[in-house]
């Protein structure tokens, strides 16, 4: 049997993983007073009543606190473990279940050891603490389930990185460190809602448009290669074939064509952050029904600059989601999306752009100039 305490804390990060194996000892002075008591109570005995029964307590009390140090100690050598969730997506609401498996190569045993574990959502960075209470049997790989409801949105991270054994008696704790972790993504649970539609007059400026102006470019840097005959002078990197003494070329990606331009504007509280990644993902859902395609942009504070995620079906969608949460949501937030968006990509007209205004998830149309 296994029990579960819980021990509800607000984390910044999670402990660091310590490197190399190292180990510390506890001891419990109450379990300490008793045994000495039982000893001395023995030994006085034996004095009293020279009984070869009493000696032989005596002697085996004598080998026994030894013995059970170091087999605890051996034990916290020999025992790993891991952590697993059964799925690697799940919606909000739904019952989840974690294992955690600990695997015991050696042939001692404890009836008590602890396994101080961390789940957080490192998209809002909250975490808690909990500590899990198990019996490990020797020469065995035993799995020890747990259900969990998660109702927050973002990248759930079960870590693990400090573990305890008790000895025998429960004198003496050894408490050694360990690398247990991974991580589930709780995506907005598909609903059927009103059919959204783009806005009045989208068509040509929502998605990325060409114009005859010198020196516009709307394509995008894919890859460097050597020159090939037919390919165009303006796409040479001269300054690249200078180094290396023949021509290479920029290979581009065209921006242009169907794809429209959607900017997520994620705001800084959770509350209205959660709302918007719900009903947002509801209307992309619902445009990806009309066979539109999507270039989904986030900003990153952390590359200072936007992460794209090209979406074109409901699969590509849940995977862009899985990306914006695992950079948190301070970084995915910011107050000058305009002026990064006229600087990022000045080809732009305009945009489409998910955005909370009135307390009221909006699809809407900006104007990039």
């Known amino acids: 049997m296994h ?18 194996k190292n180990k510390k000892v506890h001891i419990s002075v ?13 030994a006085l ?14 002697m085996i009390l004598t080998a026994l606190l030894p013995c059970s140090f170091c087999m605890a100690w051996q034990l916290a050598d020999r025992v790993e473990g891991n952590i697993f969730p059964e799925t690697e997506i799940a919606r909000p609401g739904d019952a989840v ?5 600990v695997h015991n190569s050696s042939y001692f045993a404890t009836l008590r050891s602890t396994w101080l574990l961390h789940i957080g959502n490192s998209f809002y960075e909250t975490y808690d603490e909990h500590k899990l209470i198990l019996a490990i049997p020797p020469r065995q790989t035993r799995p020890f389930p747990m259900h969990l ?21 429960g004198i003496f704790t050894i408490c050694s460190d360990c690398d247990m972790e991974s991580c589930l993504y709780i995506l907005p649970r598909p609903e059927n809602s009103v059919r959204t539609s783009l806005p009045e007059a989208h068509s040509g400026v929502a998605e990325l448009s060409e114009h005859s102006r010198k020196g516009n470019d709307h394509s995008e840097i894919s890859d460097i290669r050597t020159y090939h005959t037919g390919d165009r002078l303006k796409d040479i ?34 509350t209205d952050a959660e709302r918007l990644l ?23 504070q952390r590359h200072f600059s936007f992460d794209i995620h090209s979406v074109g079906c409901l699969a590509d969608l849940d995977h862009a989601y899985c990306q914006i949460y695992c950079t948190s949501l301070p970084s995915r937030s910011s107050d000058l999306l305009h002026q990064y968006m006229r600087n990022c990509y000045p080809q732009l007209e305009t945009y489409l752009c998910i955005t909370l205004k009135e307390e009221a998830v909006q699809l809407e149309i900006w104007s990039n100039g």
């Open 30 to 42: 109450l379990h300490l007073t008793a045994f000495l008591l039982v000893y001395l109570s023995v």
């Open 149 to 169: 409801v998660l109702n927050d949105l973002g990248r759930i991270v079960f870590t693990c990185h400090t573990y305890s054994v008790s000895d025998l008696l």
């Open 237 to 270: 990197h001269w300054k690249l074939s200078a180094k290396n003494r023949e021509l290479m070329v920029k290979e581009r990606v065209s921006l242009s064509g169907s794809e429209h331009v959607l900017l997520f504007d994620l705001p800084r509280q959770k």
């Open 45 to 58: 005995l034996f004095l009293i009543f020279r009984g070869y029964t009493f000696l032989v307590m005596w």
């Open 3 to 20: 029990r579960i305490d819980r021990k509800k804390t607000r984390r910044n990060k999670i402990p660091a993983n310590l490197e190399g």
């Open 97 to 101: 279940e974690l294992t955690v498996s």
């Open 278 to 300: 719900t009903e947002g993902y509801q209307q992309i859902r619902q445009l990806l029904d009309t066979h539109l395609t999507f270039r989904l942009l986030v900003w990153n």
